[in-house]
């Protein structure tokens, strides 16, 4: 079975501009989220989608923004790049988003801000 | 609010040698408890989990963790380094119940494997 895929996995902007990094759950699994990994930390916690509803939003400002489709497929939008953009950008999908369930996470989309 | 602390940015051990990887959390609630790998230009995969059942988790590759609530840890541990163990490791957090599943994680702790 596949497994969570991420596209693209790479991507260099410059400051101002928008970016729409996408992600495929595990085939069965409803929920996904996104996390944000800067170099040389651990991954933080930016949204949680589950049936297309947003469970959960980190403390990331309102230029990031995410929607979950009917196939549970999930975009993450981000307006407005600034330097401090640049990160990993990581999706995890799960069966049913509960706290006990197991995140599978994707390889991520390393985005690069000029 | 849940935090993690991964005590050691760097571990470097022998070939063969134990490895010990250390987890600290705070949480005003037990939390469940999660160790992930990560090994260069991937994500993450999940090492082991504690949700409250057994405190000694076992793992895939041969690692495991223990829960001490008394100490707020869950430090990972293998008997015998392998090469192929050397990686990234994080430890992470979440909350019981609710409908929000946020993993909370640590810094992270690269741990170097010598021949």
């Known amino acids: 079975d596949a497994g969570v895929t991420q596209s693209p996995t790479h991507l260099i902007k410059t400051r101002g501009q928008h970016v729409t990094l996408r992600c495929s759950p595990i085939s069965g699994h409803k929920s996904v989220s996104w996390y944000q990994q800067v170099l040389g930390q651990g991954p933080q916690f930016i949204f949680q989608?589950?049936?297309?509803?947003?469970?959960g939003r980190g403390n990331f400002p309102d230029r990031f923004s995410a929607r979950q489709f009917p196939n549970y497929s999930s975009e993450l939008n981000v307006n407005a790049l600034l330097l401090g953009d640049s990160a990993l950008y990581l999706c995890?999908?799960?069966?049913?988003?509960?706290?006990?369930?197991?995140?599978?996470f994707g390889p991520g989309t390393r985005l690069t801000v000029l | 609010a849940q935090s993690v602390t991964q005590l050691g940015s760097h571990v470097s051990v022998s070939e063969g040698a134990l490895v010990l990887l250390r987890c600290n959390y705070s949480?005003?609630?037990?939390?469940?408890l999660f160790w992930y790998v990560q090994y260069p230009n991937q994500g993450l995969q999940l090492l082991l989990k504690?949700?409250?059942?057994?405190?000694l988790v076992k793992g895939i590759n041969g690692f495991e963790a223990e829960f001490k609530k008394s100490e707020t840890s869950f430090h990972l541990t293998k008997p015998s380094a392998h090469m192929s163990d050397a990686a990234e490791y994080f430890c992470a957090v979440s909350e019981p119940g609710g409908s929000n599943y946020k993993l909370t994680f640590g810094k992270g702790t690269l741990l170097t494997v010598n021949p």
């Open positions: 949480s005003s609630v037990p939390p469940y």
């Open positions: 989608y589950y049936e297309k509803e947003e469970r």
């Open positions: 995890a999908s799960s069966s049913t988003g509960l706290s006990t369930d197991t995140q599978y």
């Open positions: 504690y949700t409250s059942a057994a405190t």
